[in-house]
């Protein structure tokens, strides 16, 4: 298995502008969470999905952002539009038996 | 909402040594897990130990967890240069939500 897939591993771009984060789960893992991470605030859980469906997005910052799952293969975290206090990186995790597995991470950062 | 911190933010110790790091957290868990995370790349899940179980080891990991002090500590003997990383220790209080501390940052000298 290739592990967890994120997309883009970097992106660059002007506040304002709207930011689509990706993530492709490992197969047959049934649950998918999002964190950010930055040096003030560590690593922060934004939102998790549990069989494709949003169960706790308390992490969730705020209304600029939202998160999808609309299947077992599929994941996105979007943020419109987009400050300089979002730049950070933002890992996608699936989890079995209670074990995470992260992906290599997106590092945003908004100028 | 971050749920543990880690003592020390940084250890720095030459190779060969053992490492120890500290995890406090705040409130009943499932299970205490440990995580490594090199620079610039995702976390990677070192060992995981239930809320019934005292100590656990893996390799020249040893996990130790008191639930009465709600503090988990991480021991990783004849440290290599290989072993310089961030460690993180991660609680599950719900079954299915994992709250990581600060970090701790291990440098291991050659």
């Known amino acids: 298995d290739a592990g967890v897939i994120q997309s883009p591993r970097h992106e660059v771009t002007e506040m304002g502008q709207e930011v689509t984060l990706r993530c492709k789960p490992i197969s047959g893992h049934n649950s998918l969470f999002w964190y950010r991470q930055t040096m003030m605030r560590g690593l922060e859980l934004l939102i998790y999905?549990?069989?494709?469906?949003?169960?706790?997005d308390s992490g969730m910052p705020e209304d600029r952002f939202s998160a999808k799952m609309p299947n077992a293969s599929f994941s996105t975290l979007k943020i419109q539009p987009s400050e300089p206090r979002d730049s950070a990186v933002y890992f996608c995790?699936?989890?079995?038996?209670?074990?995470?597995?992260f992906g290599e991470g997106s590092r945003l950062t908004v100028l | 909402s971050q749920q543990g911190e880690e003592d020390p933010q940084a250890l720095s110790i030459q190779e060969g040594e053992n490492a120890t790091m500290n995890c406090s957290y705040k409130?009943?868990?499932?299970?205490l897990q440990w995580y490594r995370q090199n620079s610039g790349r995702g976390l990677v899940h070192l060992i995981l130990i239930r809320s019934n179980e005292r100590e656990k080891h893996s390799g020249r990991l040893r996990v130790t967890l008191d639930t009465s002090k709600k503090s988990s500590s991480l021991l990783i003997t004849a440290s290599r240069a290989a072993d310089t990383a961030s460690y993180f220790c991660?609680?599950?209080?719900?079954?299915?939500?994992?709250?990581f501390g600060t970090g701790t940052s291990l440098t291991v000298i050659p």
């Open positions: 995790a699936s989890n079995l038996a209670g074990e995470l597995f």
């Open positions: 999905f549990n069989n494709n469906v949003p169960i706790d």
């Open positions: 409130t009943s868990i499932n299970n």
């Open positions: 991660a609680t599950d209080t719900t079954g299915n939500q994992f709250y």
